[in-house]
């Protein structure tokens, strides 16, 4: 293959990233990796130790500069107080990755103010932090959303969480469209089962369900996500739907 420079990781060398949801599970393994590889990242979370734990492990092995914040994504003072800090350690941004979460069930246990916890959470920091990174990008920018196969799935068990999720794919969708004619890409990531906080199994289950091919781990999402950073500017990946090989959903 010609130019199999244009394909390899390198491409994220120097970018200046931000990842949401960035102290555990997903985004922290995208940050580990992007970090290793040489971008600038940001990560963005709710929990102090969390985030102390995550820094110190970025630090190890980063090649580029990286950074921290604690930020409570479903409020507008907690988006602000993010992109002061993006603002305190960027010229602009490159890449934003949309990983922030919560867990939630059906409409039956919760309340009003859990629901709009979650939704403020799950759906408008993604609108939020998308419209202030486009300020920042600059002709050439990346936006991953990282959904969930709760999207298509829809289970009985998750309705609120799955609202969301539903709500991360028509926006990514939309927002593509809006913003590609200026140059800036949209991916959405949907993975299955992964290995991370969010899932009520021990450890031990985890870690067995992962032999048996029925669970994925972050660092498989964090791969996921470096794929569709590392195309040419020609090339969307627009959904990419990742599932453990037992998962047949």
Known sequence: MDALNEYLPLSVEGKKILITGGTTGIGRAAALLLARLGAHVMIAGLDGQHLEDA?????????????????????????????????????????????????????????????????????????????????????????????????????????????TKSGIQGFSEALRKEVNKSGIKVTLIEPGAVDTDMQEQSTEEKLKKIEALEMLTADDIAMSVL???????????VELKVRPHLQVI
Request: net charge negative.
């Open 55 to 163: 820094l110190k492990d970025l630090h190890k092995d980063a090649k580029g500069q990286v950074y921290g914040v604690i930020a409570d994504l479903s409020t507008e003072e907690g988006i602000n107080t993010l992109f002061s800090a993006v603002d305190g350690n960027f010229d602009k941004l490159d890449i934003l990755v949309n990983n922030a979460a919560l867990s939630a069930g059906n409409v039956e246990d919760g309340s009003y103010t859990e629901w709009q916890r979650v939704v403020s959470t799950n759906l408008m920091s993604y609108i939020a932090c998308s419209a202030e990174a486009l300020e920042r990008m600059e002709g050439d920018g990346h936006i991953v959303n990282v959904g969930s196969m709760s999207a298509d799935v829809r289970e009985e068990t998750g309705t609120v969480y799955v609202a």
């Open 227 to 237: 794929y569709c950073l590392s195309q040419p500017k020609r090339c969307d990946v």
